[in-house]
């Protein structure tokens, strides 16, 4: 495995904005590492000091939350939801409103 730069990872991501307001419908907080160029879906949610990694799709309504990693390639189906400090590695899919829970790895 190749480990990427953090300045690589600092790069905002893009997010849905289905009422075409101008404003992005997800939340990405500030603090978060996310890679560029990520699919987040509208109304999602990615907290503080999480880490996602590229090829990462969050769907709708999802949420990663605070101190939470997701690994490369993988799928949060709407509403799924990554409790806060869980590790979710590997490409692989997490389906619609499943929950992965607090420090699971």
Excluded: K
């Excluded at 600092?10 to 404003?23: H, I, M, T, V």
């Excluded at 409790?83 to 409103?97: D, H, L």
């Amino acid at each position: 495995r190749r480990a990427l730069p953090l300045a690589a990872l600092r790069a905002p991501a893009r997010a849905a904005d289905s009422d075409g307001d101008g404003y992005d419908d997800a939340v990405v907080h500030p603090s978060a590492t996310v890679a560029p160029g990520l699919s987040i879906g509208a109304g999602a949610y990615v907290g503080a000091g999480a880490v996602v990694a590229p090829g990462t799709i969050i769907g709708a309504g999802a949420q990663v939350g605070a101190g939470a990693t997701v690994g490369p390639g993988t799928t949060l189906g709407s509403g799924a939801r990554i409790s806060p400090r869980a590790i979710v590695f590997g490409a692989g899919q997490i389906g619609e409103n499943a929950v992965v829970g607090r420090r699971a790895y």
